[in-house]
Each structure stands twice: as structure tokens, then as C-alpha cells.
């Protein structure tokens, strides 16, 4: 079956996604800060809150993780309907509880023709939804390594 919109080289995005998940979790081990897969906290824009699990977390320290492994298009463009999906992170983060370490990790991918990573091109185009609280990471798969790239 024609598969066009199928991560190259995974089973599935889905598996693609909990592969970077699990990346994620690998590289904050290594920085010392172990983490848990789908952590709920209460998110809420009143009074009424309801859980939502985070890709990664840790409720003691009150750390949450959302985890995003796009890339630019193959033709080099921008792939908006998934970035419409880090739109609504940013949203998830907004209405989580004050206090809370939010970390938006993303798989680092250059685009030559745009001179920039797509978390760059994110950061730039799109700040004006970005809450002042949430880091940003670009994780290299390559070197299984991460920076951060937007602090709070």
C-alpha cells in the first residue's frame, strides 16, 4: 500500500514518535533527570481542569515534555499541518499548572534552501504563540545529542 506520508525508514509514524520518545528519555537520563512516558497533570483554561498525559515528565520535580520528531517536507518546505500540531503543545503548555518545567523537544533538522532548523523556522514564524516559560531543544539524532535552543 502507497504509504506518501510514511516517515522513510519507520514501521510507522506512530513508532517513529515513541522511538523519539524513548530517545528523549536516553538523553535526559544521561543529563541526570529520569523521566516517565505519558505523565497527566490537570490543564485547564478555569477552574475545571481535566488530565492530559505529556509525552515525557516527572511529577516530582514537576517537569512536563512534549516530544516532536517532524521534518521539513521533502521538497524542503514547511510541513504545516504539523507544526499546526506544536501549535497545540504550546497551547497544552499554556494551560498547564504554573510552576511546571516545560520543554518542547524536537528532532533537529537543517533545511539548506531555509539556511535554518524547522525548530528555528518554529521559533521565529511563530514566538508570538511560544508561552515566555517553555524551553526548546533540538535533539540530534546523529550524534544522540541536544542543545538548548530557546530558554525561559
Known sequence: ???????????????????????????????????????????????LKKGHAFDLGCPDKQIIIEC???????????????????????????????????IMFVLRDFSPKRNETLAQYYIRTYQHLIPDDVEFWEYDETTNNAQQIKST
Not at 519507520?10 to 544521561?30: C, M, P, V, W, Y
Not at 520528531?69 to 504554573?98: C, D, I, Q, R
Open 68 to 102: 516532536k520528531s517532524h521534518k521539513w517536507t521533502s521538497g524542503n518546505n514547511v510541513p504545516s499541518a504539523k507544526l499546526t500540531v506544536w501549535n497545540e503543545a504550546m497551547y497544552y503548555f499554556l494551560v498547564a499548572p504554573s510552576g511546571y518545567r516545560k
Open 1 to 47: 500500500m502507497n504509504k506518501p506520508f510514511q516517515r522513510i525508514g519507520s514501521l510507522s509514524n506512530a513508532h517513529a514518535g515513541r522511538d523519539f520518545e524513548i530517545s528523549a528519555k536516553n538523553f535526559f537520563q544521561t543529563q541526570g533527570l529520569i523521566l516517565e512516558l505519558n505523565v497527566k497533570v490537570p490543564v485547564g483554561v478555569s477552574t
